[in-house]
């Protein structure tokens, strides 16, 4: 009864992360500012949240995990800055939609990256899946030579490679990295600090952006980071799909921002690829699940 609830708890969890990412870049693109003043007041207002939240957690408990834990945590962090930097880079020189589906790519990234480090060699299937996304990658990339989004596209990919090493050095370590994924926005705000410095801020309605820093991005980040905790990764999956489909919606809706024909069927391939190869790893767990619950009756 208890595992069962805390897969209820997980999907809702998950489900509550995945859902609220889904109109962060909506807001970037709404506050209409300069690159370095939208990565300032995301950043700036994303540390203070998070830093404000884990001070009233550890004063109710004494429980609260730590902010980076340990060199491995340093290193997630590091490579959470990172991601930030190049994630909003790919925001002003590609399409959202080009964006949120060279960021599914991630997942192959993580494949080979277990596969280096960890030793966890992939089955057939996921190698065919992997093939397959590196097609929908290729189309989408292939589709923005010459047309001044290749620069995006690539900042895009590596956010994807960031993203998916800390997942990686995350799941080596076995730690909670809870607030490391927002503690790690030092690095990128220190770097918009000194190249605001230069050019002054830029930006028309900063509401909308220290709106996703301070509620968007601690409510997303923290509650993605804690689902792997109680549900699969394939589970963890299948909601982070949830930006790469409905960002592309919300721009369209706000900004009539249509994607390409290539995008949109670079996109497909990914979506459908992830999609199925995420249900068969579910089906080959429950699998396992059942036959050890057979081999080890209670």
């Avoid at 990339?141 to 997942?167: E, K, N, P, R, Y």
């Avoid at 921002?257 to 995008?263: A, D, G, K, L, T």
């Amino acid at each position: 009864m208890s595992s069962h609830n805390d897969h209820q708890k997980g999907l809702l969890i998950t489900a509550i992360g995945g859902l609220t990412l889904t109109i962060d870049i909506p807001l970037i693109r709404l506050a209409d500012g300069g690159v370095w003043t939208i990565l300032l007041l995301r950043t700036g207002t994303t540390l203070v949240a998070a830093l404000i939240i884990w001070a009233v957690w550890r004063s109710l408990s004494r429980n609260a995990p730590q902010l980076i834990p340990g060199w491995s945590g340093l290193v997630v962090a590091i490579c959470y800055g990172l991601t930030s930097v190049t994630f909003i880079t790919s925001i002003y020189y590609t399409t959202t939609a080009n964006l949120v589906f060279i960021l599914a790519f991630n997942t192959v990234f993580a494949a080979l990256l277990s596969w280096l480090f960890l030793k966890e060699r992939p089955r057939l299937v996921t190698v065919v899946a992997m093939l397959a996304m590196i097609v929908g990658v290729a189309i989408i990339v292939g589709d923005s030579i010459g047309t001044g989004h290749l620069f995006g596209d690539l900042m895009a990919l590596c956010s994807a490679f960031f993203i998916a090493l800390a997942i990686t050095i995350s799941r080596a370590s076995g730690k909670d990295m809870g607030f490391t994924s927002l503690i790690g926005v030092i690095l990128p705000l220190a770097v918009a600090v000194f190249m605001v410095s230069g050019e002054g801020l830029q930006v028309n309605a900063p509401w909308w952006i220290i709106f996703n820093g301070a509620v968007i991005m601690p409510i997303s980040f923290f509650c993605l980071a804690n689902g792997p905790k109680y549900i699969s990764g394939p589970e963890v999956a299948m909601f982070y799909l949830l930006e790469t489909v409905l960002a592309p919606v919300w721009m369209w809706m706000i900004f009539a921002e249509m994607p390409s024909r290539n995008s949109l069927v670079g996109g497909a391939i990914l979506i459908v690829t992830l999609v199925v190869h995420s249900l068969w790893q579910l089906h080959e767990g429950r699998k396992r699940r059942a036959t050890l619950a057979v081999s080890h009756p209670a």
